[in-house]
């Protein structure tokens, strides 16, 4: 949970998609917010000693589908990756923030509506 909470607090703004194996996972406030969008289940996850945060997430190969929605909402998206193969890794799993996306700034034909300019 160190690794999530370093990024989310570069990127306060944004809801955090942290990759975890075949995963997208999104914790905290996040989660809350991005189950509403999504209409996906909140569960919880172990943070340390006797507590829990709350969790939400999707399979990695959803991402365009889950992003457009999210994006759609208003909202900004951080995308953290795991940057080293998790079978080479000694230790926990090196991750970094590849891309933030926020409603004005996404370009990509997956996400612009082709009815609207």
Known sequence: MKQFW???KAHPDSIM?????DFYE???EDAVLTSEILGIALTKRAN???STVPLAGF???SLDQHLHKLLKAGHRVAICEQVEDPKLAK???KREVVEVLSPGTALSDKFL???EN
């Open 6 to 8: 370093e990024a989310k």
């Open 17 to 21: 998609l942290f990759r975890m194996g």
């Open 26 to 28: 999104t914790f905290d």
């Open 48 to 50: 340390g000693a006797a």
């Open 59 to 61: 399979p990695y190969h």
């Open 91 to 93: 230790g926990i799993v």
């Open 113 to 115: 509506d082709q009815k």
